[in-house]
């Protein structure tokens, strides 16, 4: 693997990511949970706005966003979502890359968040000036950066990927001989790299969430299971990875527990995933992948503390007062549209699968 190994006399190095404690919302009783519901669904109506909503997110945001016509999805299809959509807002429920790729793409639209301090630690640890550096010392090669990343970063890259695009892209630019410089995340470069047989020189980012599932631990599972099928999201370590019966996005890893006969499922990915899959196969059987054992430190345990921050108390918080919209320095705007749409359009030439719209139906 050609990545620039991380330590401290390493100039790619990555700076160390501070991960904040998930914050824990007020339990609201039945009848105050009604009445938040019911005045966020009046507040969207009068602004002429749909919520766009990450599976990570807590299950009642799920299920409003669905509820008043707005999109529950995976990074790609939120994108495709918020640039198809007639709204003048958009509300993002999810991390801060996500409501800046909305803004990206819609300029004129007014998007909103629930907390602007929800990160990613992918996004985190690939800072601008660091990584253009990384860029101008190999010139010669295609640079391919996930979706988690700043605004700035895509500025400075030639496509944008998300986990349910990023194999098709690689395997195309592969096949026109072109060398990769990947970022940020290494374990899904690392995938990628291994399925392709691409060229790819990997930035050493991780997903804080994604890095805590431990291949022994999940051995020792899978003996306890051994008819589960293991559904593993591609941040994950490759000993993790390497276990899988579907390795994707987590619209695959859905499509997953609906379609395949299993009625057990091993899954490595942020638990917020599970409200969908309980919705779509409420028959089956999740059981969560460990993240402890051997050189665990749980800082997230299977759930990101900045998807943690979007909730019902700040969505309605934000709709009355207008706060937290995003902003985008217009000249990075223009600059990292090209490389979204450039993503946006290939997955449009390939064509929605039927089953990832029988997902996103709901
Ligand atoms: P997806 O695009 O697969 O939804 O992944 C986004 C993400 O942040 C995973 O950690
Ligand atoms: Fe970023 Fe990981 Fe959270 Fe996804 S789960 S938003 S990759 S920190």
Partial sequence: ???????????????????????????????????????????????????????????????????????????????????????????????RFMGETAKILNPEKRILMPDLRATCSLDEGCPLELFSAFCDQHPERTVVVYANTSAAVKARSDWVVTSSIALPIVTHLHALGEKILWAPDKHLGHYIERKTGADMLLWPGACVVHEEFKGFALQRLRRLHPEAAVLVHPESPDEVVDQADVVGSTTALIRAVTELPNREFIVATDEGIFWKMHQLAPHKKLIAAPTAGVGATCESCAHCPWMAMNALQNLEEVLATGSNEVQIDPEIGRRAVAPIQRMLDFARAQGPTPSRARVLGG
């Fill in 1 to 95: 693997m050609n990545t620039p190994t991380p330590h401290s006399a390493n100039p790619w190095a990555p700076p160390p990511i501070r991960v904040p404690e998930a914050p824990q919302w007020p339990r609201l009783s039945p009848l105050d949970k009604a009445a938040l519901i019911g005045r966020i669904k009046s507040l969207l109506q009068e602004q002429g706005a749909l919520l766009v909503a990450h599976y990570y997110t807590d299950g009642d945001l799920q299920q409003l966003a669905e509820d008043t016509g707005g999109c529950v999805a995976d990074s790609l299809e939120m994108a495709r979502f918020g640039a198809q959509s007639a709204a003048t807002t958009l509300v993002v429920c999810g991390v």
